[in-house]
């Protein structure tokens, strides 16, 4: 049974940093491609980065781009994310995915097994 738990998660002021992590568990990530997705109450889930397979293409919206990365160490079987210049707007739960095919992938519908997520505050 393959499960992914992400953690890191945390209280922080505008402008400081955080590193998320998922470890993956019960199956290797190799040849797997994953990402990040963060949810505030009351919207939908919202993309924030993803990686391909083999780790050679990464993919992120406008609103983390240049402050956010994304990066895998297959021999950990772990995934990170590497989040600077934080702001209150980044505030969230945060959720880890593990996906098939290639990727780098936008689409939830592409992943196949979510962690139950950790918690960003970031206050102004």
């Known amino acids: 049974q393959m499960q992914v738990v992400e953690s890191g998660g945390g209280l922080v002021q505008a402008g400081d940093s955080l590193r998320l992590s998922c470890e993956a568990s019960?199956?290797?990530?190799?040849?797997?491609?994953m990402g990040w997705f963060r949810q505030s109450p009351g919207k939908e889930r919202e993309f924030v980065a993803a990686?391909?397979?083999?780790?050679?293409?990464?993919d992120y919206p406008d609103s983390v781009k240049g402050r956010f990365t994304i990066s895998r160490d297959n021999v950990k079987n772990t995934l990170f994310l590497q989040m600077n210049s934080l702001r209150p707007e980044d505030t969230a739960v945060y959720y880890c995915a593990l996906g098939y095919g290639m990727g780098p992938f936008r689409e939830t519908r592409r992943y196949d097994y979510w962690g139950p997520g950790t918690q960003v505050t970031v206050s102004s």
């Open positions: 990686i391909s397979w083999n780790g050679g293409k990464t």
């Open positions: 019960g199956r290797t990530i190799n040849h797997r491609p």
